[in-house]
């Protein structure tokens, strides 16, 4: 099963819009037994890469409908779900 949904910014700082539009499409997909997280993978200081984990709140459903309306908006790359037993 899918134990998490990662959205890679790829080195760029995602915009305030950007943000509200991939939390619009996270918040479709929630229903009360989303468990997955979801993970947003960045740049920190010194280019390091930085993987922050959204609240729980923000847990949702994981679907190929939800990965790509996500791709639509961060790039059909830059979405991936990782599976129980991998990172």
């Known amino acids: 099963s899918v134990s998490g949904i990662h959205i890679n910014f790829n080195g760029t700082s995602p915009d305030e819009n950007i943000l509200k539009n991939l939390k619009a499409i996270i918040v479709k997909y929630q229903s009360t037994d989303a468990r997955c997280p979801v ?3 960045l740049s920190g200081k010194n280019g390091n890469p930085k993987v922050i984990k959204a609240h729980h709140a923000f847990n949702t459903m994981p679907s190929d409908k939800l ?7 961060v790039g059909s790359g830059s979405v991936y779900f990782t599976h129980s ?3």
């Open 67 to 73: 990965k790509a309306e996500l791709a639509g908006i």
């Open 39 to 41: 993970y947003f993978h």
């Open 85 to 87: 037993g991998t990172v």
